[in-house]
C-alpha cells in the first residue's frame, strides 16, 4: 500500500519519535509513505482563531500539492494537523464559493480529490486489525493502557468523521488487538489545554492533571495517544501537576505507534521511547 503522507511541523521537531515510530511500523506493514512535496504549516492553532479563509488555504495549499503529485489519499499522524486538513477537505467540498475563495488565494489548481485519514483510521481501516494482530511478535500482556483521544481526533463529528465522538474505540480495539488491557476510564476525549499553556498555564495544568490522575486511578501502566500537542502537556507538565497539588502523578504517556512498533518487535531504539519526561522503562521492561 502507499498513501501520501504529511507530517507536519510537530513531527519534524518536539515529537520526532512520533514521526520515527509511525514509519518504522508502517514499513513493517507494507505500507509505503509518500511525503508531499514542499509541504507547508496546516496553520496550527493561531490560523483558524485569527481567519478562517486563511486557515482553510493554508490546509487546502497542501491538499493541492498532494493532488498534483498524484496522491488520492494523504495520511496526517497529527490529530491538529488531521482536523485542520479535513476542514478543508470537507468545507471546499460542501460549499462552491468557499472553493473557489481558496483557489483563488492560493493560487493554485486544487480540484479537492485528495482524502485525508488520521493514523488511527489507516490502521484500523485500511489495513485492518486483523491484518496488524497476524505481524504481533511481542504481545503486550501484562500493560493496562488508557486509551487518549483527545478532543481534537474524532470531533466535531461532521468534520473528522471518524469513530464515536463521546466513546471512540478504534484505539481500545487496536490496543486490544496488540494484547493490551484497555482501561475503563472517563477522561479518554477530555481536553488537555492545548496551546493554552502559551497563556494560561494554571488551566493547563488543571486539565493535564485530571486526565494523569483518573489514568493512575484506573490503575493504568501508561497512558496512548496519537496526538503531539497531547503528548506534549500529559508528559512535560507531570512535575508541574504533582508540585500544584503535592500528589504524585508520573504516568508514562505513549504514542499508539511507540506501543504498535513494541508490539510488532522493533527495537525501542528506533521507535524513541526513551525521548520522554516521564520514563517509558517500566512499560518497555515489561515486553522486553
Known sequence: MRIGYFPGCSLHSTAKNYESSTQAVLKALDVQLDEIPDWSCCGSTPAHQTDHLLALSLSARNLALAEKAG?????????????????????????????????????????????????????????????????????????????????????????????????????????????????????????????????????VLELTGRIVYQAKEAHADAISTACPMCMSNLDLRQSAIQKATGKESKVPVMYITELLGMALGIPNSVLGTRKHVVSTAAVTAKIS
Not at 482501561?183 to 496551546?195: H, M, P, R
Open 71 to 203: 496522491m488520492k489519499e494523504i495520511m496526517a499522524p497529527c490529530a491538529a494537523c488531521f482536523s485542520h486538513l479535513r476542514t478543508a477537505e470537507v468545507e471546499c467540498a460542501k460549499d462552491k464559493k468557499t472553493h473557489q475563495e481558496v483557489q483563488k488565494a492560493i493560487e493554485m489548481n486544487f480540484n479537492n480529490q485528495v482524502h485525508v485519514l488520521n493514523i488511527l483510521d489507516l490502521l484500523v481501516n485500511r489495513i485492518g486489525i486483523e491484518n496488524i494482530a497476524k505481524k504481533v511478535k511481542k504481545p503486550l500482556k501484562g500493560l493496562k493502557i488508557a486509551p487518549y483521544y483527545g478532543c481534537v481526533l474524532t470531533r466535531p463529528a461532521k468534520i473528522a468523521q471518524f469513530d464515536d465522538p463521546v466513546n471512540p474505540q478504534s484505539m481500545d480495539r487496536l490496543l486490544e488487538a496488540l494484547g493490551a488491557e484497555v482501561v475503563t476510564w472517563g477522561a479518554k476525549t477530555d481536553c488537555c489545554g492545548a496551546a493554552h499553556v502559551l497563556t494560561r498555564q494554571e488551566v
